[in-house]
């Protein structure tokens, strides 16, 4: 579950639910994230810790060689 980026995930649920939480860190000035980018961020965390199971870790350039 992600909240809104206004308000963020009421304060009930994650009290109801404190061990299935996560928390993204951010610096103390910046209010909120854009919520693409906080999904963003947790799904890459899921498939990091995964080792990107099922995912090209490495692939070919087009038009030049590396």
Same mark, same amino acid.
Request: charged share 25%; proline share 6%.
């Given at each position: $579950? +992600?909240?809104?980026?206004? %308000?963020?995930?009421?304060? @009930?649920?994650?009290? &109801?639910?404190?061990?299935?939480?996560?928390?993204?860190? $951010?610096?103390? @000035?910046?209010?909120? !994230?854009? !919520?693409?980018?906080?999904?963003?961020?947790?799904?890459?965390? %899921?498939?990091?810790?995964?080792? +990107?199971?099922?995912? &090209?870790?490495?692939? &070919? !350039?087009?038009? !030049?060689?590396?």
């Amino acid at each position: $579950m +992600f909240g809104k980026e206004s %308000a963020g995930i009421p304060e @009930e649920i994650l009290v &109801e639910h404190p061990d299935d939480c996560i928390r993204i860190p $951010m610096l103390p @000035e910046i209010r909120s !994230l854009n !919520l693409s980018n906080s999904v963003n961020i947790v799904l890459y965390e %899921a498939l990091r810790q995964n080792n +990107f199971k099922g995912l &090209e870790t490495e692939g &070919e !350039l087009h038009r !030049l060689h590396w």
